[in-house]
């Protein structure tokens, strides 16, 4: 299993960015998708947003609700984070999450700064 995140960046408050990550090595429709983030190092990673297999149900956090959204293209095997109106609470590492065969599987991170 790999995943492998990108679109990390340096925004403005108030802006927007899209990450993506693309997985491989399972059978991505069939599973859950989540994107955690983690603010400052040694700080516990947080969920911020969960999709069901084919994306019908999705899930935030309520510092995300109504900003960010989940979504995903099981034909290209990737799972979208867009995240408009930025804060600089915002500002994490950024990673995505599978649970495949009892083990869960992250990505490297993508750095996300809010900042003017």
């Known amino acids: 299993v790999q995943l492998v995140e990108s679109g990390g960046g340096l925004v403005q408050p108030g802006g927007s960015l899209r990450l993506s990550c693309v997985a491989s090595g399972f059978t991505f429709s069939s599973y859950v998708m989540s994107w955690y983030r983690r603010q400052a190092p040694g700080k516990e990673r947080e969920l911020v947003a969960?999709?069901?297999?084919?994306?019908?149900?999705?899930n935030y956090a309520d510092s995300v609700k109504g900003r960010f959204i989940i979504s995903r293209d099981n034909a290209k095997n990737t799972v979208y984070l867009q995240m408009n109106s930025l804060k600089a609470e915002d500002t994490a590492v950024y990673y995505c999450?599978?649970?495949?065969?009892?083990?869960?599987?992250w990505g490297q991170g993508t750095q996300v700064t809010v900042s003017s």
């Open positions: 969960v999709s069901t297999s084919a994306g019908g149900r999705r």
């Open positions: 999450r599978a649970f495949v065969g009892g083990t869960e599987y």
